[in-house]
Nanobody, 115 residues
Framework: QVQLVESGGGLVQAGGSLRLSCTAS????????MGWYRQAPGKERELVSR???????KHADFVRGRFTISRDNAKKAVYLQMNNLKPDDTAVYYC?????????WGQGTQVTVSS
């Protein structure tokens, strides 16, 4: 059974930082593309960052060097370091995995950035 469990969300002031973590189980983590998406109230879910099994990364334009995605295959974990957060970054952040042609999602973690 695939499980993705996020942690690390919270309330932070504009300009602050947060580090999201996602631990995974139930699939071959080291061979699986992983990523982070987010969904703000009234908006569609959107890509934040992805990281391939080979370490290659892809970021949304709004990241603009503020966020860093990384993975630790030994710990079966993916991380999102978010710096210089802005109120527009307020959203529920979801961990994503793509295994055997199926997308999997975590339950989400709330990130709220106050101005």
């Amino acid at each position: 059974q695939v499980q993705l469990v996020e942690s690390g969300g919270g309330l932070v002031q504009a300009g602050g930082s947060l580090r999201l973590s996602c631990t995974a189980s139930g699939f071959m983590f080291s061979l699986t593309p992983m990523g982070w998406y987010r969904q703000a109230p009234g908006k569609e879910r959107e890509l934040v960052s992805r990281i391939g099994f080979d370490g290659n990364t892809k970021h949304a334009d709004f990241v603009r060097g503020r966020f860093t995605i990384s993975r630790d295959n030994a710990k079966k974990a993916v991380y999102l370091q978010m710096n210089n957060l802005k109120p527009d970054d307020t959203a529920v952040y979801y961990c994503w995995a793509f295994s055997r042609s199926v997308e999997y999602w975590g339950q989400g973690t709330q990130v709220t950035v106050s101005s």
